[in-house]
């Protein structure tokens, strides 16, 4: 049992780092609102990591696929690679935190702000 234990807490540690990593290459080449939603996914693929650390296999393998897919993305150089965008990443991940029972953790398109949320009526 502590074998396991080890492992889970192992792999969390690698899968997170994957993740950071791969988010530190992204903010050199993106900007804005690509970026914004690139920190938004890689915190929520954090937390899925942690949150599941203790969870059933699949549940452990649904967020190691949703993080190995916002990993591997690929930008496209010519024809011959496909393009991941962010957006397709976002979905996936998405699709893993509604499943996994966490749609809190979900990412939405646009971040709502303070500024931006209606105000609520009085009545």
Known sequence: MAVEERNSGSNC????RK???HVATLRA??????????????GC???LV???AQASAADRAQ???????????RE???????????????????????RLGRPDLMVESRPVRDADA??????
């Not at 540690?13 to 997170?16: C, E, F, G, S």
């Not at 209606?118 to 009545?123: C, E």
Request: hydrophobic content about 50%; charged content about 25%; glycine content about 6%.
């Open 29 to 42: 080449g993106l900007h804005g609102a690509d970026l914004e939603l690139a920190e938004r996914l890689a």
């Open 50 to 52: 942690l949150v599941t």
């Open 76 to 98: 496209s150089r010519g024809r011959l690679l496909s393009v991941r965008s962010l957006a397709a990443a976002q979905r996936l991940v998405n699709k893993a935190a509604g």
């Open 13 to 16: 540690d690698v899968l997170i």
């Open 19 to 21: 993740v950071d990593s």
């Open 63 to 73: 967020v190691r696929v949703a993080v190995h897919y916002f990993v591997l993305r």
């Open 45 to 47: 693929l954090r937390e």
């Open 118 to 123: 209606p105000s609520p009526s009085r009545t």
